[in-house]
């Protein structure tokens, strides 16, 4: 019981902190439809700060706890349970995908001048090449 518990609480985690990661990222986008001065692109600085550190504790947590959690119950109750995961895995993915378009579009806004372009693809590449913001 103790492991389907530790199962159902890594998957509740690992839909509910992307899912908090789409509410800020469709905020900015709802408030931001371009980087038109200093201010929005700080907002976007802040925006991806955050994503970033989300990224790094689903990583951490989240792919290792189904990772082990999801061998645990499949070993546990076989055929059952491997059903189970790959539905719930199945699940996480498209949500995946869908967050990821979300992101792209969050980098694919217009920009006022060409120093505020050259700043916001910067952060932009950050975001996705590096673990952690350097700006």
Same mark, same amino acid.
């Given at each position: 019981?103790?492991?389907?518990?530790?199962?159902?609480?890594?998957?509740?985690?690992?839909?509910?902190?992307?899912?908090?990661?789409?509410?800020?990222?469709?905020?900015?986008?709802?408030?931001?439809?371009?980087?038109?001065?200093?201010?929005?692109?700080?907002?976007?600085? +802040?925006? !991806?700060?955050?994503?970033?550190?989300?990224? #790094? @504790?689903? *990583?951490?947590?989240? =792919?290792?706890?189904?990772? %082990?959690?999801?061998? +645990?119950? !499949?070993?546990?109750?076989?055929?059952?349970? #491997? @059903?189970? *995961?790959?539905?719930? =895995?199945?699940?996480?993915? %498209?949500?995946?995908?869908?967050?990821?378009?979300?992101?792209?579009?969050?980098?694919?806004?217009?920009?006022?001048?060409?120093?505020?372009?050259?700043?916001?693809?910067?952060?932009?590449?950050?975001?996705?090449?590096?673990?952690?913001?350097?700006?």
């Amino acid at each position: 019981m103790i492991i389907e518990v530790f199962v159902v609480a890594i998957y509740v985690g690992a839909i509910l902190v992307p899912w908090w990661s789409l509410l800020q990222l469709n905020r900015f986008l709802a408030e931001t439809s371009a980087i038109a001065d200093v201010a929005c692109l700080d907002r976007f600085k +802040a925006v !991806v700060r955050v994503q970033m550190f989300l990224a #790094l @504790v689903y *990583m951490a947590v989240f =792919n290792v706890g189904v990772v %082990f959690g999801s061998l +645990a119950l !499949v070993s546990r109750h076989g055929m059952q349970g #491997l @059903v189970i *995961m790959l539905l719930l =895995n199945t699940v996480l993915f %498209f949500f995946g995908r869908y967050h990821k378009r979300v992101e792209v579009k969050t980098c694919s806004l217009e920009c006022a001048s060409l120093d505020l372009a050259k700043e916001y693809q910067s952060v932009g590449k950050t975001w996705v090449k590096k673990a952690l913001p350097d700006f």
